[in-house]
Antibody, heavy 116, light 107 residues
Framework: EVQLQESGPGLVKPSQSLSLTCSVT????????WGWIRKFPGNKMEWMGY???????SYNPSLKSRISITRDTSKNQFFLQLNSVTTEDTATYYC??????????WGQGVMVTVSS | DIQMTQSPSVLSASVGDRVTLNCKAS??????LNWYQQKLGEAPKLLIY???NLQTGIPSRFSGSGSGTDYTLTISSLQPEDVATYFC?????????FGSGTKLEIK
């Protein structure tokens, strides 16, 4: 059974970079697509981007200049970096696996607050 | 971007009721519509994919329908454990987008 677990700092200062790790067990990240999704206070959800089984990426244009998704296949992990954060980036961040376009397995999520 | 509008935003119903949640896309999404259930403090769970396909392990009281721009999630007999927020999600066009959610409560 695939399991995903997000990790990273819960507090980031404005203008700094947010860096999160998604550790995957029970399934190889060299198969399927792997994404990041966030949920803002108030319930709005935003798809941020994905990294594919081959390492190609696709990002939400609203974030394109600030986001980077990378991976380490030897550790079966993939990563989110979001630069120049503001208080509007405060959210719960989820990593998830895509199966034929549907995000079918999710991590528990990590809450990140952007505040000085 | 495709806008996904869910209605109602809050739904209160009794145990055993048949409940219907709605999701409307701003343009045709060709049935690439998923439904997720999120309980408080938990990760979203995939219920229905591509309009009407029940994800493995999901009770058969959940069903989905629709086409074009209009989609529906139906719970045939509401159970106490169904209290959650339900999101629709389109994966027809980039960027992928979510609805704003329907919060389902028990009367």
């Amino acid at each position: 059974e695939v399991q995903l677990q997000e990790s990273g700092p819960g507090l980031v200062k404005p203008s700094q970079s947010l860096s999160l790790t998604c550790s995957v067990t029970g399934y190889s990240i060299t198969s399927n697509y792997w994404g990041w999704i966030r949920k803002f206070p108030g319930n709005k959800m935003e798809w941020m981007g994905y990294i594919s089984y081959s390492g190609s990426t696709s990002y939400n244009p609203s974030l394109k200049s600030r986001i980077s998704i990378t991976r380490d296949t030897s550790k079966n992990q993939f990563f989110l970096q979001l630069n120049s954060v503001t208080t509007e980036d405060t959210a719960t961040y989820y990593c998830a696996r895509t199966n034929y376009g549907s995000y079918d397995s999710w991590g528990q999520g990590v809450m990140v607050t952007v505040s000085s | 971007d495709i806008q996904m509008t869910q209605s109602p935003s809050v739904l209160s119903a009794s145990v055993g009721d048949r409940v219907t949640l709605n999701c409307k896309a701003s343009q045709n999404i060709n049935k690439y519509l998923n439904w997720y259930q999120q309980k408080l403090g938990e990760a979203p769970k995939l219920l229905i994919y591509n309009t009407n396909n029940l994800q493995t392990g999901i009770p058969s009281r959940f069903s989905g329908s629709g086409s074009g721009t209009d989609y529906t999630l139906t719970i045939s007999s509401l159970q106490p454990e169904d209290v959650a927020t339900y999101f629709c999600f389109q994966h027809n066009s980039w960027p992928l987008t979510f609805g704003s959610g329907t919060k389902l409560e028990i009367k």
